[in-house]
């Protein structure tokens, strides 16, 4: 007997046999056992999934020697001739040879009138019926609507919008859906365990994301791989047959990313091109992973979905999934599909590779916003200063744990503190204690840079005094002297912490003539009296503010919080 292929071989004979369609499969077994049958039925979907297959099986269900049942019995004549594709009864008809209306009239039209031979049924499978002609569906209306008793069209299509609206309104439409890779996985487990086949589950695996949501595809596939391999099929294998890209160079081009490791990256692109893979098939699976990834930041118990890594990758995709944020990923994301597009029509593919794996190295050194208005400057700007940064898990925290961080670093100086390099002492800077001045402002450099430099550094003047350091702004700059008031404590923090004692810390604005009022215990209760009244015409301010609608919607679009609020 000639050799029959696994697609046809495994072809499902029953509904229970159909997988992945639940949902049309159960409405037909009802419609069956209920005797609520229609005349015409259109099956819809993509290729692969079990459309004509359906419309088999509804066949002998309508004319099993049981029948009408949602169980046909499979050994009967009518039942066995229709699986084969014999019975005199039951005629599929491809559509792209029958789009005339002289063969619509010759094949259908002109035998509706005579019964069947020996079934219950006359019925009529019409493969790809979109690709009849408008006046051979003008030709079938009639017919459609109101056939014969004895007479049913079944119709299957992998282009619905292409039947006309006045077939489908006579029709009961069923539309397929694609198959899930857990689903197809575990029918080819089945296949090959019946066959006598040993192969891992990360093989099949691979086949069944290769079939993209096809049974017949996976199981075309997994008669290819079968072929090359014989009883043994190693992953190795599969991606040689079908011309996968490995997921090992897949996971080591990311991993080089994360290390910003721009050699490798384009050692990795070489090899891809040597090893022969479609650069735009090697984007697409990037941009595979790099979903996989985000999906794994969002839900970190997905790690043991297969869908999403095999048992042999999980651990180095869990590591790599804490290395991005998610603002990484989907800018990743957006930049591999555009790579993907501008490689299909780009004379040199190679290049466009290498400079989408450059681009996202840079990519990943942009700063949040959020991240500068707090001062902390994000993980890139910390990496640039030699400053070792927060895993994911601990970003959120910072903000919270700032305060009591301060406090306890107050109580026991860190030696890096105290061997600090003293900081340039600008113009207009005194003297005075400057060793005092010099560590103070080392250590604000050193722990919140962006405020040192967009604030402290644009003091007038620093004047040390015994146990006060007073920091002197311009008049223009009162907006930076409300925002150094607010960061007061904890520079009055790290002057304990640099000195080993307490040390006040004021700030005063000079007058338009550059000189500033000196400091006094009157001008601090003063200046006392003037905080506290500028913090509660602030608070007034910012209820007003929070209350506004403008203010609320932005707040929903952009993840951040108000600081401070300031009248213009």
Not at 249 to 261: I, S
Not at 323 to 349: G, H, M, V, W, Y
Not at 434 to 447: F, G, H, P, V
Request: charge should be negative; charged fraction near 25%; aromatic fraction near 4%.
């Amino acid at each position: 007997m000639a050799y029959q292929v696994i697609a046809r071989k495994w072809r499902p004979q029953k509904f229970d046999d159909v997988v992945g369609q639940q949902a049309v499969t159960r409405t037909l077994r009802n419609a069956l056992k209920s005797n609520r049958l229609a005349q015409a039925f259109v099956f819809a979907g993509p290729r692969g999934i079990g459309k004509t297959t359906t419309a088999r099986i509804l066949a002998r269900a309508l004319n099993c020697v049981n029948g009408p049942t949602a169980d046909p019995c499979g050994t009967c004549d009518a039942c066995v001739e229709i699986a084969e594709g014999r019975d005199m009864d039951v005629l599929e008809i491809d559509a792209a040879t029958h789009t005339g209306i002289d063969n619509i009239r010759e094949v259908i039209i002109s035998g509706l009138a005579i019964s069947p031979v020996r079934n219950r049924y006359k019925v009529f499978i019409i493969d790809e019926v979109h690709q009849l002609s408008p006046q051979s569906f003008n030709a079938l209306l009639k017919s459609i609507e109101e056939p014969p008793s004895h007479v049913i069209f079944m119709m299957a299509t992998t282009e619905l919008d292409k039947i006309p609206d006045t077939v489908l309104s006579r029709s009961q439409v069923y539309e397929l859906r694609t198959i899930g890779t857990k689903a197809i996985a575990e029918q080819l487990r089945r296949i090959v365990d019946a066959e006598g086949i040993e192969v891992s589950d990360d093989s099949l695996q691979l086949v069944a994301r290769d079939a993209d949501g096809s049974m017949r595809d996976a199981q075309s596939k997994l008669d290819q791989v079968i072929a090359f391999t014989g009883t043994t099929i190693r992953a190795d294998d599969v991606a040689t047959v079908l011309g996968l890209v490995g997921r090992d160079l897949l996971l080591d081009a990311v991993e080089a990313v994360a290390d910003e490791d721009a050699p490798a990256a384009f050692a990795l692109t070489a090899r891809a091109v040597e090893m022969g893979y479609d650069l735009r098939a090697v984007c697409r699976e990037l941009s595979r992973v790099v979903r996989d990834l985000l999906v794994l930041t969002v839900d970190p118990s997905r790690i043991s979905d297969p869908e999403i890594a095999g048992e042999s990758e999980r651990d180095r995709l869990k590591t790599l999934a804490g290395r991005f944020s998610r603002e990484d990923l989907l800018r990743a994301f957006d930049l591999l599909t555009k790579a993907e597009a501008d490689i299909r029509t780009a004379a040199q593919p190679r290049y466009h590779l290498e400079m989408a794996f450059l681009r996202w190295i840079y990519l990943r050194k942009l700063v949040p916003i959020e991240d500068l208005i707090a001062g902390t400057g994000g993980p890139a700007l910390r990496q640039a200063q030699g400053i070792p940064s927060a895993s994911r898990d601990e970003r959120p925290a910072l903000r919270a744990t700032s305060a009591s961080a301060s406090s306890k670093s107050a109580a026991s100086p860190s030696p890096a503190a105290k061997t600090s390099t003293p900081a340039p002492v600008g113009p207009g800077f005194s003297r005075t204690d400057a060793n005092l001045k010099d560590a103070l402002l080392a250590e604000i450099r050193k722990s919140k840079n962006v405020f040192y430099n967009t604030v402290v550094a644009q003091a007038q003047k620093i004047e040390v005094g015994g146990d006060r350091v007073t920091f002197t702004f311009s008049p223009n700059h009162r907006t930076l002297r409300d925002v150094f008031e607010q960061n007061r404590a904890w520079i009055e923090s790290a002057a304990q912490q640099v000195s080993g004692r307490k040390i006040a810390v004021t700030s005063v604005q000079s007058d338009p003539s550059g000189s500033a009022a000196p400091a006094s215990p009157v001008d601090d209760a003063a200046q006392k009296a003037s905080d506290k009244k500028s913090a509660d015409k602030k608070s007034a301010l910012r209820e007003q503010a929070m209350a506004d609608a403008g203010v609320q919607t932005m707040l929903e679009v952009f993840p951040a919080e108000i600081r401070d609020v300031e009248e213009m």
